[in-house]
């Protein structure tokens, strides 16, 4: 275990391996939550979509190695089981637009398809870097998982790199009282 992530878990008060097995995949893993989501519920997830706006980034962003005036796309979604209705998974993505393959953008911008199934679908190689995890109040993700707005959510941020640039950043959240052993919720 990689000793950066253990200790920004620490520093928000989570021991690491206080957490389930599955806790501890879903803040560590490099690879597209969607697929794992689906294996643990038994279901399909489908994205909703909170928000989603086009603006130019109003300052310089460091850890997207942005200047001002770049184009961004905010989008917050939920993934949703696609039988049960139920929320397992609220995310916020700072995507710069002009950095994207072409075909991932049109995707984003047009479609619910997950952004995993999108890069997956097009075979766009990118490079995942976690940069915070934790736990946040579930502020207004809290009306989506049916819990107060200072309830704790454990959340991971992490950077996106495609063709040797940053093109995104990705905060993803869920419940702690989520996920909370090996069985999945359908067994």
């Not at 952004?115 to 989506?144: D, N, Q, W």
């Not at 959510?153 to 009282?177: C, H, Q």
């Amino acid at each position: 275990m990689r000793d950066d992530l253990i200790a920004s878990l620490h520093r928000q008060g989570v021991e690491f391996f206080g957490l389930s097995p599955f806790q501890q995949i879903l803040l560590t893993t490099d690879g597209t939550v969607t697929e794992m989501l689906e294996a643990w519920a038994g279901e399909n997830m489908q994205v909703t979509k909170l928000a989603h706006a086009m603006q130019p980034l109003a300052k310089a962003n460091d850890d997207l190695a942005a200047a001002a005036g770049e184009r961004e796309l905010t989008r917050t979604i939920l993934l949703r089981g696609e039988d049960s209705g139920r929320c397992f998974l609220f995310a916020r993505s700072h995507i710069l637009v002009d950095r994207l393959d072409t075909r991932v953008r049109d995707g984003l911008l047009e479609s619910s398809e997950p952004l995993g199934r999108l890069l997956l679908r097009f075979r766009i190689e990118t490079f995942k870097e976690i940069i915070a995890s934790g736990l946040r109040p579930a502020a207004e993700a809290g009306e989506h998982f049916g819990m107060h707005a200072d309830t704790p959510l454990i959340y991971r941020t992490y950077r996106m790199t495609s063709g040797g640039k940053p093109v995104m950043l990705i905060s993803e959240a869920f419940p702690r009282a989520f996920f909370g052993g090996w069985q999945s919720h359908r067994a």
